[in-house]
Structures are given as C-alpha cells and as structure tokens.
C-alpha cells in the first residue's frame, strides 16, 4: 500500500469521524432543547447526552495538550496507543475505530 492511499484512508476516517461527531452533537442539542423547554426526557436520550459530554471531553483533553505542552504533536498519538492497550478509551466514540469509517 503506498503512502498516499494510507493518508486518504486516515484522512477519509477523520471526517466520517468529525460528521458523527457533528450528528450527535446535533441530536444532543434537541435533547437539551427539550428538557429547557420543562418536557421529559427519556433514558435513551439521556444516554444520548451523557454519551455526547464525554466524547465533548475527550476532544478538550486531547486538543488542549496540542496548545500548551511542545511536542504533543509527537506524544498524544502514544499516549493514545498506550492508553487503548489498557482499556482506557481517550478517543471520542466517532473515532474510536475502524468500524466508523464505513458511514
């Protein structure tokens, strides 16, 4: 496999990745919407929202590492590595694996 198809691959799994990301971001919006307006909520769209504020930080706990700390760049994706082979999921749902990159 040559070097440009394996970055259109990642490229390809990262957009899927932030257009899901976009969705339940989207659904989780109407959930709240909902609740503000004082009707109830049922538990799948409250899983929905809990779902949603943990992928929201994980993306603040990987992208503010890139802003302060110098070669981030180079540790997060060890980091992250390291992490999966101890069952610690740092990754939002959207990109927290190959079966996403199929939507």
């Not at 590595?81 to 740092?90: D, G, N, P």
Request: aromatic residues 6%.
């Amino acid at each position: 496999m040559n070097i440009n198809a394996i970055i259109e691959e990642y490229a390809h799994h990262f957009l899927n990745g932030l257009k899901t990301e976009y969705a339940g971001d989207k659904q989780a919006a109407v959930v709240i919407e909902k609740y503000l307006q004082g009707k109830k909520i049922s538990e799948a769209e409250e899983n929905i929202l809990k779902t949603q504020l943990m992928d929201s930080l994980k993306i603040v706990g990987i992208g503010i590492p890139f802003v302060l700390i110098p070669g981030a760049s180079i540790l997060m994706p060890i980091l992250i590595k390291v992490a999966a082979s101890h069952h610690i999921e740092l990754m939002p749902s959207a990109f927290s694996g190959p079966e996403n990159t199929e939507q």
